[in-house]
């Protein structure tokens, strides 16, 4: 258990960054199909929910506004967990997605990751993967968070990727927004990462650690 088991159910309000569809593509093709995802940090109204159901996934959310707290609540039965997490509890986070051992992926803010002492043994002990992208994630607008935030995203991984390092290059919406992206899905089957196959939608390097 970590300290921050029983943390506040409340929420903070700086760590609402909502992510558009654009940045949650890439991570499709390595998700094996007609499996359940708990996303952990999303209501209904998620993009993350939203673009794995109209894949074929089953998803489960969960937001600390529905009542149900990462940190005390879990699941029956799922198979991924994949969301945006808050930032500010990005250690107690990785500390309890390591110790659940479901296959996850996470997309966190880059910066200053690596320096925490209780972080660089998490990732020294526990298997994980990265995956990179050539360009900066913009978020959705808040009320709170009404600018572009001043950091790069990767997505962190692990038990999902096929070798440590993957870069994606990300396709950002036209101006059609939303349509833009149902076009490009609804043209392009979901591609399994065994297939040795390459989604229509990004363009995969591979590098072995």
Same mark, same amino acid.
């Given at each position: 258990m970590t300290?921050?088991?029983?943390?506040?159910?409340?929420?903070?309000?700086?760590d609402e960054y909502?992510?558009?569809?654009?940045?949650?593509? +890439? /991570? @499709?093709?390595? $998700?094996?199909?007609?499996?359940?995802?708990?996303?952990p940090?999303?209501?209904?109204?998620?993009?993350?929910?939203k673009v794995f159901r109209e894949n074929g996934f089953n998803v489960i959310s969960g937001h600390i506004v529905d009542g149900k707290n990462f940190f005390k609540y879990e699941p029956d039965d799922y198979d991924y967990i994949i969301s945006n997490p808050p930032?500010?509890?990005?250690? +107690? /986070? @990785?500390?309890? $997605?390591?110790?659940?051992?479901?296959?996850?992926?996470?997309?966190?803010?880059?910066?200053?990751?690596?320096?925490?002492?209780?972080?660089?043994?998490?990732f020294k002990n526990n298997?994980?993967?990265?995956?990179?992208?050539?360009?900066?994630?913009?978020?959705?607008k808040t009320e709170v968070n009404n600018s572009s935030p001043p950091f790069s995203s990767i997505y962190i991984c692990s038990s999902l990727l096929p070798s440590q390092?993957?870069?994606?290059?990300?396709?950002?919406?036209s101006k059609k927004g939303v349509?833009?992206?149902?076009a490009i899905l609804t043209n392009s089957p979901l591609i399994n990462a065994s297939q040795n196959n390459r989604n229509p939608l990004t363009k995969l390097e591979s590098v072995k650690s």
């Open positions: 300290n921050h088991e029983f943390a506040s159910d409340k929420v903070n309000k700086k909502y992510t558009k569809r654009y940045a949650i593509i +890439p /991570i @499709l093709k390595y $998700l094996k199909e007609n499996k359940t995802i708990w996303c940090f999303d209501t209904e109204e998620s993009n993350y929910v930032y500010s509890l990005r250690e +107690p /986070i @990785l500390e309890r $997605l390591f110790k659940l051992g479901k296959p996850f992926a996470m997309l966190i803010n880059i910066s200053g990751l690596f320096d925490s002492k209780k972080r660089y043994g998490l298997p994980f993967e990265i995956m990179v992208f050539n360009k900066r994630i913009d978020y959705i390092f993957v870069f994606e290059e990300l396709l950002k919406e349509n833009f992206t149902q």
